[in-house]
T-cell receptor
């Protein structure tokens, strides 16, 4: 069974451009989570989507946005890129019960470099 | 607010040594606690979890006990192997301010043969 897949693996952009990152969850999972992993800062929670709706959002500016499609795949869009947006962006999926014991399954990430 | 603090790495041990990676948390309510592991070149995967005070999670020889009185969830293993070399993340799940899982900064472990 396929795990969580993310594309592209690497993305290079310049300041001010827009980046689009994609994620396909495990089959049967309805929830998708996005995290930013900047060097030395651990994983910072960005967004949670479930059943096509944004359910929760971390402490990030509005230029970080996304959506979830009817097939539960998801896009993360980062507008007006800044140098400090350079990081590994991780997507995770889960069954979507929303309970505290929810186990997250992670993809390998998209490394975004902003020059 | 909710947060997770874990010991800075890297931690370097010889094979068969005892491992402790410290993790403390701040949370309102009654969070669930997790350890995730990231092996080289792979995504994070759940190692173990505990859902209430005094619960002990265990897997692959690793264990951690949910200590509410000290707000801690330290990871231990009695005898590490080279294959345990990875980055370990402590995490908590909370419904405060909406459901989310919050991670610590990660601790890199190197095990030498």
């Amino acid at each position: 069974e396929a795990g969580v897949t993310q594309s592209p693996t690497h993305l290079i952009k310049t300041r001010g451009q827009q980046a689009t990152l994609r994620c396909s969850p495990i089959s049967g999972h309805t929830s998708v989570y996005w995290y930013q992993q900047a060097l030395g800062l651990g994983l910072q929670f960005l967004l949670w989507y479930d059943e096509g709706e944004e359910r929760n959002r971390g402490n990030f500016p509005p230029r970080f946005s996304g959506r979830q499609f009817p097939n539960y795949s998801s896009e993360l869009n980062v507008n007006a890129l800044e140098l400090e947006d350079s990081a590994l962006y991780l997507c995770a999926s889960s069954l979507g019960t929303g309970g505290l014991n929810e186990k997250l399954f992670f993809g390998s990430g998209t490394q975004l470099s902003v020059l | 607010g909710n947060s997770v603090t874990q010991m800075e790495g890297p931690v370097t041990l010889s094979e068969e040594a005892f491992l402790t990676i410290n993790c403390t948390y701040t949370a309102t309510g009654y969070p669930s606690l997790f350890w995730y592991v990231q092996y080289p070149g792979e995504g994070l995967q759940l190692l173990l979890k505990a859902t209430k005070a005094d619960d002990k999670g265990s897997n692959k020889g690793f264990e951690a006990t949910y200590r509410k009185e000290t707000t801690s969830f330290h990871l231990e293993k009695g005898s590490v192997q080279v294959s345990d070399s990875a980055v370990y993340f402590c995490a908590l799940s909370t419904n405060t301010g909406g459901f989310k899982t919050i991670f610590g900064a990660g601790t890199r472990l190197f095990v030498k043969a």
